[in-house]
């Protein structure tokens, strides 16, 4: 109705002025100047601190939604970002393995930390990034959004149904931090880590994350040997011994690196595990010292 209402009115002034009456006091003569200026259309964004019943890559409106974070989700939104600069003047978005996508994880990355209080590679979670269909992003959009979900294990990294925002979830004592596992093996080879208490019989235990930041995957992916390296200077550091020629005689390590996808797409975090293979522990290894974790 607005759209058309000024042309009534002004078919009504005309009448009234070709019958000699004169303007209103206080009118302008003008009846198009008085209407606001109608807005440019603002892209659609997702909203961030909301849950979300499913992971996805691509984000649209059409199909949009989000919920209650007390009812079960699959993900949390905890961020929507900005491409700037040269990323937000790209024609289309950013492809997986590009600068842009590796400066938008890293930014998530950081959000993330913040607000679950830790390192989200150390707990059975998941951090991924949605972007813009590709319309979106030609008709302007250019924002991202970090999602985290909680995932069934180390090694089954699917996200799963859960209920409450994970906001501090890894401060204190923290259910969804690594910790002790018993490593069931196919001849020499790793099949899966199975997760117990440290106060079970276990032959494994969580000892942190290191990053390769000016590596390429192609790189890691030969130097199978400078990886268990870095992991042993978390044992020694985790266990209270010494980084010394006895090392190897008090445990090996397990390394769990991300995915070529992940990695390409920013993501350097390295997990490190305590292998025990020649006997099993009945407590945690953090701080046990030469006495706690002999060499033999």
């Known amino acids: 109705m607005r759209r058309w209402l000024p042309a009534l009115v002004l078919a009504g002034v005309t009448t009234i002025l070709l019958a000699g009456c004169a303007p209103t006091r206080g009118a302008d003569g003008d ?3 008085d209407w606001p ?4 259309p603002t892209p659609f964004a997702p909203a961030t601190d909301t849950c979300l019943p ?3 890559a691509i984000v649209q409106a059409s199909t949009y939604e989000t919920v209650d974070c007390a009812r079960n989700h699959v993900a949390e939104a905890i961020h929507v970002g900005t491409f700037v600069g040269p990323d937000a003047l790209a024609e289309t978005r950013p492809e997986p393995g590009s600068s842009a996508l590796r400066r938008a994880r890293a930014e998530c990355d950081q959000r993330a930390r913040e607000m679950l209080g830790g390192d989200w590679h150390a707990a059975r979670l ?10 979106a992003w030609s008709g302007g959009a250019r924002w991202f959004r970090c999602d985290l979900s909680e995932t069934g294990s180390i090694d089954n990294t699917r996200p799963v149904n ?3 925002s994970l906001r501090g979830a890894l401060i204190g004592d923290a259910p969804l931090t690594h910790r002790c596992f018993d490593p069931k093996l196919i001849g020499d080879n790793l099949n899966y880590m199975q997760p117990v208490l440290c106060t079970e019989p276990h032959r494994a235990e969580f000892v ?5 930041r000016d590596v390429s995957w192609a790189e890691f992916s030969r130097s199978a040997e400078q990886a268990h390296k870095r992991c042993m200077e978390l044992i020694a550091t985790y266990a209270a011994v010494p980084n010394d020629v006895d090392l190897p005689y008090r445990a090996g390590s397990i390394y769990y690196p991300p995915s070529q996808r992940e990695w390409e797409d920013g993501d350097r975090g390295v997990r490190c595990f305590l292998w025990s293979d020649d006997r099993k522990l009945t407590r945690s290894m953090r701080g046990a010292g030469p006495k706690g974790l002999p060499a033999i």
């Open 54 to 56: 499913r992971v996805t």
């Open 208 to 212: 942190g994350v290191y990053e390769e």
């Open 37 to 40: 200026a109608l807005r440019d």
């Open 162 to 164: 859960r209920t409450g």
């Open 126 to 135: 998941a951090l991924s990034l949605a972007l813009p269909s590709g319309p």
């Open 31 to 33: 009846l198009t100047d």
